[in-house]
């Protein structure tokens, strides 16, 4: 079977970690990319670190870029972040979203991805992200790799990078379950 090359977007979280407990389950060959983008906490960057070491990436990446220049966002600006739970039903933005943040993610993967001929970006949306986030919908996974496909060499030369979201369809008890199937240290 032909190696498959993957990147992973990682964040150390609970979703980003399964989702490359997932990709290494499947056989693929994992390089990770984490974002230093000016998050209010640090916590998760150095679980990434331990999460990549787990399960054996060929490489992984730490990028700088540095949106609390926009603001706007509870993660990223001195606006309180919420106690109480996203409430899915109203249709409302939380002040949790930051703007376009999986787009800029996903562009730098797609980047990655072309230098190392990885033929798969992996992303941790799930069903809880898409009721309130924009870029976590499947019509918006769809749209990027249809982006990805007119806008890269691979894809103009007749290949294409498939976005994979193997939680989309999941909420967090089993995405917890997941991870524990997959041995992801939840600690």
């Avoid at 032909?2 to 056989?27: H, P």
């Avoid at 787009?103 to 309130?132: C, H, K, M, P």
Wanted: hydrophobic letters at 40%.
């Amino acid at each position: 079977m032909a190696e498959i090359r993957a990147i992973v977007l990682l964040s150390g979280g609970l979703d980003s970690s399964t989702v490359l407990a997932e990709a290494a389950n499947q056989g693929r060959t994992c390089h990770a990319l984490s974002f230093r983008y000016g998050q209010r906490h640090q916590f998760e960057l150095e679980a990434a670190s331990e999460i990549a070491e787990r399960f054996d990436v060929r490489e992984h990446k730490t990028l700088d870029i540095d949106l609390r220049a926009f603001g706007a966002s509870a993660l990223t600006d001195e606006i309180e972040v919420p106690k109480d739970s996203l409430d899915e039903e109203s249709g409302e933005i939380p002040i949790t979203y930051v703007p376009a943040r999986n787009t800029i993610f996903l562009s730098f993967a797609l980047a990655y991805a072309e230098v190392r001929e990885a033929q798969e970006i992996w992303l941790g949306v799930n069903a809880i992200d898409y009721s309130g986030y924009p870029d976590c919908r499947p019509e918006y996974i769809k749209a990027f790799e249809d982006l990805a496909r007119l806008a890269t060499r691979y894809g103009v030369e007749g290949g294409g990078i498939d976005v994979v979201t193997p939680l989309i369809d999941l909420d967090k008890g089993r995405i917890v379950e997941r991870a524990i199937e997959l041995n992801v240290p939840l600690e």
